[in-house]
């Protein structure tokens, strides 16, 4: 089974950079997709970007030119640069790896507020 943790969330002002972080546990870094997803309370999870075993990259077109996606295999981490945020942005932020067809596997959230 594999462990997903999110760390990095927190208050910063709008304008401002965070950079999230998805430690992964077990063997399946290296050969699945991985990606972000938000959740605003009452509202569906929307996808944020994904990353496949590659590096090819997809965003929400929300993010583009703000956000970047990108993993390291040797540290089984992916990260999330968030640049030039918003008010908007504002939600809980959730990793994910891609299992097989029709599963995934979820980190726990972290909370990232942007606020002056």
């Known amino acids: 089974q594999v462990q997903l943790v999110e760390s990095g969330g927190g208050l910063v002002q709008p304008g401002g950079s965070l950079r999230l972080s998805c430690a992964a546990s077990?063997?399946?870094?290296?050969?699945?997709?991985m990606g972000w997803y938000r959740q605003a309370p009452g509202k569906e999870r929307e996808l944020v970007a994904i990353?496949?075993?590659?590096?090819?990259?997809n965003y929400a077109d929300s993010v583009k030119g703000r956000f970047t996606i990108s993993r390291h295999g040797a540290k089984n981490t992916m990260y999330l640069q968030m640049n030039s945020l918003k008010p908007e942005d504002t939600v809980v932020y959730y990793c994910?790896?891609?299992?097989?067809?029709?599963?995934?596997?979820w980190g726990q959230g972290t909370q990232v507020t942007v606020s002056s």
């Open positions: 990353i496949t075993s590659v590096g090819s990259t």
């Open positions: 077990g063997s399946m870094f290296s050969t699945n997709a």
């Open positions: 994910t790896m891609v299992l097989r067809v029709g599963e995934a596997s």
